[in-house]
């Protein structure tokens, strides 16, 4: 069994700082597809970054530029550096982890989708970006 623990989250002002980090306990014998979701009160889950199997990084539209998503392989352990943070970016972020090959894409509104189902989610922990 596969257990996420967030950490990181905070309030900031517009323009802020913050870096979260998730850290992976349990069957981690190979490298996973790791990655963030965020949901915002009344709006649907979304995908932020994601970090495949292979490597290979994919944001989601409305963070490019801003956030960096990056992992430590020996600490077990995924980030997301979030700069430039804006009122918008207001929301509760997930960590999840998969041990399948996501295949991230995006929808037509630009927003970060996966072809499946992560399987396994953190609790979450909320940022707020005040203006």
């Known amino acids: 069994q596969v257990q996420l623990v967030e950490s990181g989250g905070g309030s900031v002002q517009s323009g802020g700082s913050l870096r979260l980090s998730c850290a992976v306990f349990g069957n981690t014998y190979s490298t996973p597809s790791m990655g963030w979701f965020r949901q915002a009160p009344g709006k649907e889950r979304e995908g932020v970054a994601i970090?495949?199997?292979?490597?290979?990084?994919t944001y989601a539209d409305s963070v490019k530029g801003r956030f960096t998503i990056s992992r430590n392989n020996a600490k077990n352990t995924l980030y997301l550096q979030m700069n430039s943070l804006k009122p918008e970016d207001t929301a509760m972020y997930y960590c999840?982890?998969?041990?399948?090959?996501?295949?991230?894409?995006?929808?037509?509104?630009?927003?970060?989708?996966?072809?499946?189902?992560?399987?396994?989610w953190g609790q979450g922990t909320q940022v707020t970006v005040s203006s």
């Open positions: 999840v982890v998969d041990f399948r090959w996501m295949g991230p894409y995006y929808n037509e509104h630009g927003g970060l989708m996966t072809r499946y189902e992560y399987n396994y």
């Open positions: 970090i495949d199997i292979d490597g290979t990084t």
